[in-house]
């Protein structure tokens, strides 16, 4: 009867942090890019914002993912702001956006306590990347790698989409599809 109750207890917790379309956004308080504290409170009201977390700066998918949400925003025709996170320190994703030039906050989860927060699988174990950022060779270090999810938290702080199963190609139109379908 104990291991019966202990395990229905244990499932409850894991989903207790399972986030929905329909919840509400659990907030987000991370450091950027620049090391300063970013909060999503803070920029709920005005558009939607796409939340999207990927597994690691400067890597191949991750870049591809990042410099489409960069072209669109560069384009000028967007109803929505975005912001990326993963479990880079913060010191790679100033690397990440200098070298692609990225337009849009990167958060640093490197506790994981965001992705927990919204149920984003996440993995431990020490990686370790070399790349050149302005013709300078650096090495990128992380202890955590997260799953490539996307949500989309509307202006009054409801998640209103969840992919859980994102492809870096296809996000930023699944988005835009999503959202012109919302009109």
Not at 9 to 17: D, P, V
Not at 83 to 105: C, M, R, W, Y
Not at 130 to 145: H, I, M, P, Y
Request: charged share 20%; with cysteine.
């Amino acid at each position: 009867m104990k291991r019966t109750v202990l395990l229905l207890a244990g499932l409850a917790a894991i989903s207790a942090t399972a986030i929905e379309v329909g919840d509400k956004a659990p907030e987000i308080v991370l450091k950027n890019q620049d090391g300063k504290v970013w909060k999503l409170s803070e920029h709920l009201g005005g558009k939607h914002l796409v939340v999207y977390f990927y597994p690691a700066a400067m890597t191949g998918g991750c870049t591809k993912q990042a410099c489409a949400y960069r072209d669109h925003l560069q384009s000028g025709g967007t109803t929505f702001d975005i912001v990326g996170i993963s479990g880079d320190p913060v010191g790679n994703l100033k690397l990440f956006q200098t070298a692609e030039h990225l337009n849009f906050p990167l958060l640093s989860d490197s506790e994981t306590t965001a992705a927990k927060a919204y149920g984003v699988p996440v993995k431990s174990g020490e990686k370790a990347i070399k790349r050149t950022v302005a013709g300078e060779e650096v090495e990128l270090k992380r202890n955590t790698t997260t799953a490539r999810w996307t949500f989309i938290i509307d202006p009054a702080g409801k998640v209103i989409y969840k992919d859980d199963q994102v492809k870096p190609m296809a996000d930023l139109q699944n988005i835009i599809s999503f959202l012109n379908q919302q009109k």
